[in-house]
């Protein structure tokens, strides 16, 4: 199976990036699933409806979220009706939206994706490494489903790591989002599951993590309130992570990191 995770979505720039061109990247890559982290696709702060739905329809299988889950009141009522959007599972008991969801893939294929969020330096939300743990026990790798992608929105990069090596071998992927750099450590762990501490992020990379830079620079120079920061607008470069499974194992056979447009030059995997 062929699987593309796609970093935070930032806003108009993120999100027209791959509206416009996911449907030619799935049948050059000839990807079976992908996954996007969508937390800050609307005007950089949540996630709309209409906005989820323009994503899906132009081929994102699957829009996992974060920290910014519920910035979008509309989002609250509109969740349970859209499961392929999958929130951080270790919110509280009650918090509308699922922290799971299964895909359908073709050949009878299904891949589980996890959303769970860290605790270092965020939200005091359940224990994670409990939460995931209880989602995998319902699950077995290579027999109930062919991949499981685990989508860990975390500050630290310790805690994501620690994630990788907790979970090695009983899942596909562990990749990190939230603070939308792209790290230089993709890899496959020593028990078989693909590992990347951060995807990166898709949006414009002539700014402050996706932020245009006057705002952002007054907050951080100033230390007194300002304008509220908006999403650069310049040309994005989308960043992921592209993984491929083995059907039998479900466990990774082959990773690389995923980067095109924008300011750097495409990087296409070779698969």
């Not at 050059?28 to 996630?47: I, P, Q, R, T």
Request: with cysteine; proline share 6%.
């Amino acid at each position: 199976m062929r699987l593309l995770f796609l970093g935070d979505i930032i806003g108009r720039s993120g999100r027209e990036a791959i509206i416009r061109n996911l449907a030619d990247w799935r049948q050059k890559l000839s990807l079976d699933l992908v996954v996007a982290n969508g937390e800050n696709a609307s005007h950089g702060y949540g996630l709309s409806p209409d906005i989820a739905k323009n994503l899906h329809n132009a081929g994102v299988d699957v829009i996992t979220l974060g920290n910014h889950a519920w910035d979008r009141r509309d989002m609250i009522g509109y969740i349970n009706q859209a499961p392929h959007i999958v929130r951080p599972a270790n919110y509280p008991a009650g918090t509308p939206g699922q922290g799971s969801h299964i895909v359908e893939i073709s050949r009878g294929r299904r891949a589980l994706v996890i959303n769970v969020m860290g605790r270092i330096f965020m939200d005091p939300l359940d224990d994670p490494f409990r939460v995931v743990s209880e989602i995998l026990s319902r699950h077995r790798l290579g027999v109930t489903v062919h991949a499981i992608l685990i989508d860990v929105h975390a500050e630290a990069t310790s805690e994501k790591m620690g994630f990788g090596a907790y979970f090695d071998g009983k899942v596909s992927v562990v990749v990190g989002t939230h603070t939308h750099v792209p790290t230089a450590d993709h890899r496959i762990l020593p028990a078989g599951t693909a590992y990347q501490t951060d995807a990166g992020m898709c949006g414009d990379y002539d700014s402050v993590i996706g932020m245009g830079k006057p705002a952002s620079l007054h907050r951080l120079v100033r230390k007194i309130p300002g304008d509220r920061p908006q999403p650069a607008e310049g040309e994005a470069t989308v960043c992921g992570l592209m993984v491929e499974t083995d059907d039998a194992t479900g466990l990774a056979r082959k990773v690389a990191p995923l980067r095109m447009g924008g300011h750097l030059a495409p990087n296409w995997p070779d698969f």
